[in-house]
């Protein structure tokens, strides 16, 4: 069974960049699937930050493809989140999850990461 | 920009029926939008219950099923169970793009 491991800063000053890891175990990165943050602020509902392959290849929201980059590390089975000019409405419990894909489609976030706490707040 | 809604709340009574629906500001949902339908209980993370519109994970109950409704995706909760009463969430696939419903926070009483 796939999991996750997510390494970061808990608080993160305005203006700054907030920085997620997520380590994957149980399977390789290197694989058809691909690789997924969403986030939820507290008291609102989930949103889909963006998405990569293993080959690099990423998809982003619309909403914050300006401040977003989502990278991945082979070698280390893992991949990552950057978002840059972070305001208090990036506090977000924020996941790290695998999109499930054949060799036709995509269809389903199926693994999920605990999440972790980013505030941000001087 | 993209709005997928949802009801925002319902209440059902243990062991009843209760359906939640998903719908796109583009159009019609169909089943190249791969409807996925997610529970988030607090302090858990989202679960997985159906994706393509009407299959299910190993792991999820036979009393929830998927399906299109007319223009929307529909999860139907059967023989509710108070386990059961949790945030629910769609979500749709727009090449390249994800996008999560508004939610619906099903009430079990």
């Known amino acids: 069974q796939v999991q996750f491991q997510v390494s970061g800063p808990g608080l993160v000053k305005p203006s700054g960049t907030l920085s997620l890891t997520c380590a994957v175990s149980g399977g390789s990165i290197t694989t058809t699937n691909w690789w997924t943050w969403v986030r939820q602020v507290p008291g609102k509902g989930l949103e889909w930050i963006g998405e990569?392959?293993?080959?690099?290849?990423?998809n982003y929201n619309p909403s914050l493809k300006s401040r977003v980059t989502i990278s991945v590390d082979k070698s280390k089975n893992q991949f990552s989140l950057k978002l840059n000019s972070v305001i208090a409405a990036d506090t977000a419990m924020y996941y790290c999850?695998?999109?499930?894909?054949?060799?036709?489609?995509?269809?389903?976030?199926?693994?999920w990461g605990q999440g972790t706490l980013v505030t941000v707040s001087s | 920009q993209t709005v997928v809604t949802q009801e925002p709340s319902l209440t059902v009574s243990p062991g009843g029926t209760v359906t939640l629906t998903c719908a796109s500001s583009t159009g019609a949902v169909t089943g190249d939008n791969h409807p996925n339908w997610f529970q988030r209980k607090p302090g858990q993370a989202p679960r997985a219950l159906i994706y393509?519109?009407?299959n299910k994970h190993p792991w999820t109950p036979a009393r929830f099923s998927g399906s299109l409704l007319g223009v929307k995706a529909a999860l139907t909760l059967s023989g509710v169970q108070p386990e059961d009463e949790a945030e629910y969430y769609c979500l749709l696939y727009f090449g390249g793009l994800y996008v999560f419903g508004t939610g619906t926070e099903v009430t079990v009483l």
């Open positions: 393509s519109t009407n």
């Open positions: 990569i392959h293993h080959s690099g290849n990423a």
């Open positions: 999850a695998r999109i499930y894909c054949n060799n036709t489609a995509c269809h389903t976030i199926d693994y």
